[in-house]
């Protein structure tokens, strides 16, 4: 049988980074991930295949992409998906090392390596003829005017009249972020079209992602370097209101960007729209450690997917919002959760007030300062890297949290949205404490 998922996608054993090729094609949402499938560490990647019909229920298919090439043998690095014809297409990043670790052959040494920009083409998003069907379509940059040989990566691919458009992640000589646009006719053949380059946006940006709502463009990034790392990650998905012509792919972003969550361990997000049209997020939830005692058969895994979220603009300010599948899973009022091992997942709802606290299962969830504070010191390894604390901006007296409750995974969606912030928790308990208005389950 199959691995599924529910909700929070995890790999079918080892490792997961980040969500790659999210598309709704042919009637199925297909989501491919960066897969490491020999131990539960990053390595050389792989494209790993999940299928979907809501969003919620995932069921597990073989690897997508493996290396076969000579410009991918060292790692399918992140990108997208696009359909064409009726075909889907996969664009990715070509890592090929010049020099491999002595002792583990899936690092590169001193980060020698190259990067280029290729694609797949599949006729049903099943089936992947890694041999015969893949095709390298930008070369190693040779012109570091244009982009960076090593740190150029994560191609989003879409549509706008009849012309099709690629941003990439880059760098300018590892100092200052970079963001490469490519255009094409026939999705198959690319050019140059312009850049932007910011050190607001860090060193290097990873995955970026540009679309637009209701007419409005929207980045997402995930810039690197751009907090100190001594507690948690130095790298982080942030988002701003954009602005971008498309004749010329002259893109502007604003000195101040968001957050895409305030609990700071969600990286790498990617969008597409769904069944009706809504553009539709996920990301990684990075883990400092695996997870052993999985639930089910699977082995030890380490990374998650969030759950899906809406991506909204409301009076000039980027929302992420709980997705309709994922409420109408959680639509059954329950007086308390089962207090058995199997209560998860589960949804809370309720109102705070400030110097109110709720405790679920060892999490604490607070309004303290205008914020809505957590602390995870409980549920969370002390050795490691990870912040134990986390905070939302001001909210100027409304903390309304609407809260999905996973065995790994906490997600608190804060006024509708306005702000979401989510932890990772290992050993959650299956309790809740304080006010916790209302309790929901899956029917
Ligand atoms: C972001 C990232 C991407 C890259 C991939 C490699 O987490 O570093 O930029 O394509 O992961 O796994």
């Excluded at 986390?390 to 999905?404: A, F, Q, V």
Aim: glycine fraction near 6%.
């Amino acid at each position: 049988m199959k691995i599924q998922d529910t909700l929070h996608l995890k790999a079918p054993g080892n490792w997961l980074n980040d969500p790659n090729g999210f598309i709704f094609y042919k009637g199925e949402y297909h989501l491919f991930y960066q897969h490491f499938p020999y131990a539960p560490v990053w390595g050389t990647m792989h494209w790993g295949h999940a299928v979907s019909k809501d969003l919620i229920h995932w069921e597990h298919q073989r690897i997508a992409l493996v290396p076969t090439k000579e410009y991918d043998q060292n790692g399918i690095f992140s990108g997208s998906a696009l359909e064409k014809d009726g075909a889907l297409y996969l664009y990715y990043s070509a890592v090929r090392y010049v020099e491999h670790e002595d002792e583990n052959i899936h690092i590169a040494k001193d980060e020698n390596y190259v990067t280029s920009q290729a694609m797949i083409i599949s006729e049903d998003g099943y089936h992947f003829d890694n041999w015969n069907k893949k095709k390298q379509i930008i070369p190693v940059s040779t012109d570091p005017g244009i982009a960076d040989a090593v740190h150029t990566r994560d191609p989003k691919v879409w549509k706008s009249g009849d012309t099709y458009y690629m941003i990439l992640g880059s760098t300018v000589s590892e100092e200052t972020a970079r963001i490469a646009f490519y255009k094409s006719k026939d999705a198959l053949h690319w050019e140059y079209a312009n850049q932007y380059r910011d050190q607001n946006y860090g060193n290097i940006v990873e995955c970026p992602d540009l679309f637009r709502i209701e007419g409005q463009y929207v980045f997402l990034g995930s810039p690197m370097n751009i907090q100190s790392d001594e507690c948690g990650y130095a790298h982080h998905a942030v988002c701003a209101i954009a602005e971008f012509h498309e004749e010329t792919c002259e893109l502007k972003l604003p000195q101040k960007y968001s957050f895409v969550d305030y609990g700071m361990d969600l990286y790498a997000p990617q969008t597409t729209t769904d069944a009706k049209g809504r553009r539709v997020m996920i990301a990684w939830m990075r883990m400092p450690e695996p997870v052993e005692e999985a639930e089910d058969d699977r082995d030890t895994w380490n990374g998650q997917m969030c759950a899906p979220r809406v991506v909204e603009v409301k009076n000039g300010r980027i929302c992420f919002r709980m997705h309709p599948e994922v409420d109408r899973y959680f639509s059954k009022e329950a007086e308390k959760i089962n207090g058995s091992d199997n209560c998860f997942p589960y949804r809370v709802k309720t109102r705070l007030c400030p110097g109110e606290e709720l405790n679920i299962g060892g999490y604490k969830i607070r309004a303290e300062a205008d914020c809505i504070q957590t602390d995870r010191s409980a549920v969370f390894p002390g050795d490691v890297h990870g912040c134990m604390q986390s905070r939302t901006p001001e909210l100027n007296g409304k903390y309304d949290l609407d809260i999905i409750v996973d065995r790994n995974l906490i997600e608190i969606f804060v006024n509708d949205g306005q702000y979401v912030l989510s932890n990772v928790v290992y050993h959650l308990k299956d309790t809740i404490d304080g006010k916790a208005e209302k309790i929901y389950v899956h029917k």
